[in-house]
């Protein structure tokens, strides 16, 4: 739950924090980031009940964000990862500060982290180039500078 991406086999049969059935607590974070993923409530029910969701289950409440055919999680999450290698790496590092950050305070400081990521982002040359290759109607080259 951790990951900024969370994607599943679609053969994966239980999905869930079971500790309560074990007389123990999901540690690890396990509290926190089920909560923030799928809210308080439904977090409550999968934990202190110990139940656990089937992968379509766990795409329809937010635990996972895709579901992958059988034996293709990794080939997946390569091709995303190499789509992401061809972004503009200040740009994603910025992307997840602000949300990241962002998200835990309220909405006037997570503007305040936007607009100074923006200013920091808008001064490398591959923004430069981003907004050139636009102009230009051509695909971006950027080389994280």
């Excluded at 969701?53 to 895709?66: N, Q, S, T």
Aim: aromatic share 4%; net charge negative; proline share 2%.
């Amino acid at each position: 739950m951790s990951c900024t991406w969370r994607l599943i086999d679609e053969n994966v049969k239980m999905f869930g924090l079971p500790e309560s059935n074990l007389g123990i607590i999901p540690g690890y974070g396990g509290t926190q980031r089920m909560a923030r993923l799928i809210g308080k409530s439904k977090s409550l029910e999968l934990m202190i009940l110990g139940k656990a969701c089937k992968a379509a289950d766990a795409l329809e409440i937010g635990l996972v964000d895709r579901i992958c055919a059988a034996g293709t999680v990794l080939d997946e999450a390569k091709a995303m990862a190499a789509a992401i290698a061809k972004r503009a790496p200040h740009a994603t590092r910025l992307i997840l500060d602000a949300v990241n950050r962002g998200t835990e305070v309220d909405m006037e400081a997570g503007l305040d982290i936007e607009c100074a990521d923006f200013c920091e982002v808008i001064k490398t040359a591959d923004a430069t180039e981003g907004i050139n290759a636009f102009l230009g109607k051509r695909e971006a080259q950027f080389k994280g500078e």
